[in-house]
T-cell receptor
Framework: EDQVTQSPEALRLQEGESSSLNCSYT??????LFWYRQDPGKGPEFLFT???AGEEKEKERLKATLTKKESFLHITAPKPEDSATYLC?????????????FGGGTRLMVKP | SQTIHQWPATLVQPVGSPLSLECTVE??????LYWYRQAAGRGLQLLFY??????ISSEVPQNLSASRPQDRQFILSSKKLLLSDSGFYLC??????????????FGDGTRLSIL
């Protein structure tokens, strides 16, 4: 059974204080790892897909990296508008429905 | 561009009442469709998914059901709601392209409160 664990559950940062969020996964064959951002009362917004170990993707202050067992979402010099819950999800091969298994999320709060 | 609509945004229902939540997708055809439930402060739990009209797969046994009467319409229903059905319900879609990693795209959800 696929398992996805995100840590920490909550993270408070000062504006400009860089940090990383962790997503550890157990899957029989990784087809893709997805990062989403979710604002309160809204649906998750797609950020990145990572396919293989060593891959990196960047978008503004966010950079996602992938190893064989975990993914990191690095946030460089965060701003208050980066405050949100960040979710990661894995998709395994032999998955006809493109189904995802989600972690519990990391709630990020950036103080000005 | 593709858009996904869910309604209502908020719903308060008494225990034992029926439920119907609707989701429609525009700008794409033959999408995979999904219903999730998210408990407060928790991750997403997949409830149902569909790869075509009339094709529904259930991931979690419960008193909920789903239907897909049209290609881009997905409905979540219940005949009798329980207190435990409270939560944030999200609909999502993805392109059905075999062999290509396709992300899911989410609607803005329905906040369901059972009294």
């Amino acid at each position: 059974e696929d398992q996805v664990t995100q840590s920490p559950e909550a993270l408070r940062l000062q504006e400009g204080e860089s940090s990383s969020l962790n997503c550890s996964y157990t899957v029989s064959g990784l087809r893709g790892l997805f990062w989403y951002r979710q604002d309160p009362g809204k649906g998750p917004e797609f950020l990145f897909t990572l396919y293989s170990a060593g891959e990196e993707k960047e978008k503004e202050r966010l950079k996602a990296t992938l190893t064989k067992k975990e993914s990191f979402l690095h946030i460089t010099a965060p701003k208050p508008e980066d405050s949100a819950t960040y979710l990661c999800a894995v998709q395994e091969w032999d998955n006809a429905g493109n189904m995802l298994t989600f972690g519990g999320g990391t709630r990020l709060m950036v103080k000005p | 561009s593709q858009t996904i609509h869910q309604w209502p945004a908020t719903l308060v229902q008494p225990v034992g009442s029926p439920l119907s939540l609707e989701c429609t997708v525009e700008g794409t055809s033959n999408p995979n469709l999904y219903w999730y439930r998210q408990a407060a402060g928790r991750g997403l739990q997949l409830l149902f998914y569909s790869v075509g009209i009339g094709q529904i797969s259930s991931e979690v046994p419960q008193n909920l059901s789903a239907s897909r009467p049209q290609d881009r319409q997905f409905i979540l229903s219940s005949k009798k709601l329980l207190l435990s059905d409270s939560g944030f319900y999200l609909c999502a879609w993805s392109d059905r392209l075999w062999g290509v990693n396709q992300p899911q795209h989410f609607g803005d959800g329905t906040r369901l409160s059972i009294l």
